[in-house]
């Protein structure tokens, strides 16, 4: 049977039987949609203003009713706009709920204004999740010749039992992780693979469907303007077809889990602005969460009562309706590029796992009624009403293909697992410095050479490198700009980043000069935010998502530990979701209070394998060790948190009022290759001789501890000051070499003793040989209070000081 083509996040079906095209999404500017048929029930508030971060950008966001692609968007005389009034073709209007009734008579895939491959089976699609075939027959056969059991299994099939089989057993020559884990995907077919089970994975289909839409009109744009998204820094985003949408299927229980619920209502937040996301989310209901009933209607109300998303509903027993309900859904989505949410009644067989004794908490009446509405059954029963197959046949079959599949067990059994520890993490975070420099110097190439003209415009004719010492914000403003101007896919986003320029002023002027389809403003939701970044990234962009505090990435650090940190991993780099997450933290915030505006825990972070954490201190490191960032992200599909220390933006001196000395000159192009920072790499302070103590620190430490070796160097003390800038990896050899130069070590940590980053730094000198003294000053295992209270909790410069001369008197 021919195929479909929806772009699909699986979460516990197999994948080797699904093809997938993964669908993008325009990240800020709304799209009016001619075919958008929106509820006079849910017309915006007169006295609402809108968002300007919502209005489209005509430099970067071509609108699609003012140059409209026949193969793309429905013809607008065949899908009436029943909008009305002078803003009924602009962006002022937002889009309400759809009624949950039924099908919208417009959209269903008999329409005759749908495109002829909108139903099931179009020729022109895609592969994706491939159609449920009724009986496994060779195309071109026919069903009724011979009996069933005598046919072959279909290559397919086989090669769908041999994937999951594979998984179960830990072989090394399974498709998609290869042995590290048992999940559901192929890249070849777009299946992107999911380990959760509770609805993680929700928020990046949010993600990549804000992302096609997205990624499809910079396509647009490029076609006509020969521009090609994506080229910057040696990155390139995949080609989905114009009209992808993308499929996450999702358990009954797990509609209550907080990541379902930031999911559904980002996706019907964005739709209300007016924002096309074409995600086609599927319950699959079968009233259980291991042990503990789904209330009787409860999810069937909790799904309807989601603004902006599109209900369906089918019995999941009944094969072709089913079928019909899935397409009818799938074509709506595609359509008009908006949510909707399939809701399949289903029904669970046998325990939740293999040790989940079901009749421990179900009834023998409920467990057979279950078995009576087996869908294999009731598959069956269809075959054999229809006269495809006789009884006998089917029983035949169904007992062939068993031995079938075991012996295909029997085969993978003896298959190759992993066999060392450098194989396990091989693909969990490739590290490739050289092609990260050289994206780096292409980069600069680029600015120094054709460039020149679009920097010149976006700073406004006051390029950077030539407005005199700059502060940390100002320095990391401007390898924002910088990183917009040379990476067309990437795109700036989170709360307060655009019209107000962030808290601090760190993205100012930044959606003025690329547009709000670039730099735009998120709903308050952290894990929202990380899944637009995770999906944005994945679909093919280079999303640079900001967490306002680092306290709020607490709030969704399963998206970083659990979603981003794994797509690597558990595909063995076939799919990557490269991001940048800027994050403002730590503490030394002067009158700004409580632990949620002054944190220093960052032990979550380091404690992600493969995750890369930046923290610069210094304005001429934080532009180029952004722009690493950046890099690293599009050749490596690296994972970076950039932490930026809040008390540092907007510092202008060092040891004195007045003297400047925490200001630095910005970079011009031509010297970015050599001032360019590697992953990994620390930085060396000499003061005095440098000869008596070295001093490992980060962060607000590296000025404390500045100002304190001058403080020694009156006494006679020669220190060396070390600052890491990468917490993860963190720069051991750097370390290694700068501790054994003096034997004496004193390691500055801002953040908790219990822990700390200090802990690693021991941990690595120790497993390096060090043989020297060592010593460490970290704050107290405290949340940081309000007020003057907190320097009784954090380094100080003094205790810094003391803490060396007690090293030195050993």
């Not at 003896?414 to 975070?429: C, G, Q, R, T």
């Amino acid at each position: 049977m021919p195929e479909r083509a929806e772009a699909e996040l699986p979460a516990s079906p197999s994948a080797a039987d699904r093809n997938a095209v993964t669908a993008g999404v325009d990240l800020a500017a709304p799209e009016p949609d001619a075919t958008t048929e929106p509820d006079a029930t849910t017309e915006p508030d007169a006295t609402t203003e809108p968002d300007a971060t919502t209005e489209p950008d005509a430099t970067t966001e071509p609108d699609a009713t003012t140059e409209p692609d026949a193969t793309t968007e429905p013809d607008a005389t065949t899908e009436p706009d029943d909008r009305t009034g002078p803003g009924a073709a602009g962006p002022d209007l937002v889009p309400g709920a759809r009624s949950a009734d039924g099908p919208d008579a417009a959209a269903g895939p008999g329409d005759a204004a749908a495109p002829d491959d909108s139903g099931p089976g179009g020729p022109e699609r895609s592969a994706v999740a491939a159609t449920a075939h009724v009986a496994d027959v060779p195309e071109g056969t026919d069903s009724t010749a011979g009996p069933v059991a005598d046919r072959p299994l279909a290559p397919g099939y086989a090669d769908a039992a041999r994937d999951v089989l594979r998984g179960m057993v830990a072989s090394a020559r399974e498709p998609i992780a290869g042995g590290r884990h048992k999940v559901f995907g192929r890249s070849d077919l777009a299946v992107v693979p999911t380990t959760s089970t509770i609805a993680s994975h929700l928020p990046r289909a949010v993600g990549m469907g804000l992302a096609v839409e997205r990624l499809r009109r910079l396509d647009g744009a490029g076609r006509r303007t020969g521009v090609r998204a994506g080229s910057g820094g040696g990155a390139s985003h995949a080609s989905w077809p114009p009209d992808a949408i993308v499929v996450c299927s999702f358990g009954d229980a797990s509609v209550n889990h907080a990541s379902a619920t930031a999911a559904l209502n980002t996706a019907g937040w964005y739709d209300h602005t007016g924002l096309r996301i074409p995600v086609l989310f599927v319950c699959e209901d079968n009233g259980l969460g291991i042990s503990v009933r789904s209330p009787r209607g409860w999810v069937e109300a909790t799904l309807r009562s989601k603004p902006g998303i599109r209900y369906f509903a089918a019995d999941g027993s009944d094969l072709l309706g089913a079928y019909a309900v899935a397409a009818e859904a799938a074509a709506w989505v595609r359509r008009h590029r908006r949510p909707a949410v399939l809701h399949l009644s289903t029904v669970r067989l046998m325990g939740h796992a293999g040790a989940d004794a079901e009749s421990a908490y179900r009834t023998a009446a409920e467990i057979a009624a279950d078995l009576d509405r087996d869908p294999l059954l009731a598959t069956a029963r269809l075959l054999v009403g229809a006269g495809v197959a006789t009884g006998a046949d089917l029983l035949a079959r169904y007992d062939e293909i068993g031995w079938r599949v075991r012996r295909i067990a029997e085969e993978v059994l003896d298959e190759p697992k992993l066999a060392d520890p450098a194989e396990v993490v091989a693909p969990l975070a490739p590290r490739r410095p050289v092609r990260v420099a050289r994206a780096v110097a292409d980069a600069a190439a680029r600015a120094a050479g054709p460039g020149v003209p679009a920097r010149v415009e976006a700073f406004g004719g006051k390029l950077p490198e030539l407005a005199g010492p700059l502060t940390l914000a100002q320095s990391i403003n401007a390898a924002l700009a910088d990183g917009l101007l040379d990476h067309p896919q990437m795109a700036v986003f989170g709360e307060d980043v655009g019209a107000k320029g962030g808290v601090y002023g760190v993205t100012k002027g930044l959606r003025e000069r690329f547009g709000a389809g670039r730099v735009f403003d998120t709903l308050l939701d952290e894990t929202s935010i990380l899944g637009l970044g995770l999906g944005a990234g994945l679909a093919g962009m280079l999303p640079v998502p900001e967490i306002q505090y680092l306290a709020y990435l607490h709030n969704a650090e399963d998206q970083l530990r659990g979603e981003a940190a794994t797509m690597q991993f558990f595909s063995r780099g076939a799919f990557r979701n490269p991001m940048v997450v800027r994050v403002a933290g730590l503490a030394y915030q002067e009158g700004f209070g409580g632990h949620f505006h002054n944190d220093n825990s960052v032990a979550v972070l380091r404690d992600i394998p493969g995750l890369v954490v930046a923290v610069p201190a210094r304005p001429d490191d934080a532009a180029p060790m952004l722009r690493t960032c950046l890099a690293s992200a599009a050749v490596d599909g690296s994972v970076c948190v950039f932490l930026e220390p809040i008390a540092l933006y907007h510092t202008r001196d060092l040891h004195s009022e007045g003297d400047g000395e925490w200001l630095a000159e910005y970079a011009e192009p031509g010297a970015w290759s050599s001032a360019h920072v590697p992953v990994g790499r620390a930085r060396v302070y000499g003061v005095g001789s440098a000869e008596d103590i070295t001093i490992i620190t980060f962060g607000n430490g590296l000025r404390l501890s500045l100002r304190a070796a001058a403080a020694l160097a009156e006494e006679g003390v020669g220190a060396r000051v070390v600052d890491l800038r990468w917490l993860a990896p963190l720069p051991v050899a750097d370390l290694i070499r700068e501790a054994t130069a003096t034997g004496r070590v004193l390691v500055v940590d801002e953040t908790r003793r219990s822990g700390g980053v200090g802990e690693g730094v021991i941990a690595a000198l120790v497993d390096a040989g060090y043989v020297g003294a060592a010593r460490r000053v970290a704050a107290v295992d405290s949340f940081v209070p309000l007020g003057p209270a907190a320097r009784r909790v954090l380094v100080s410069e003094d205790a810094i000081t003391q803490g060396a001369r007690t090293l030195l008197a050993r």
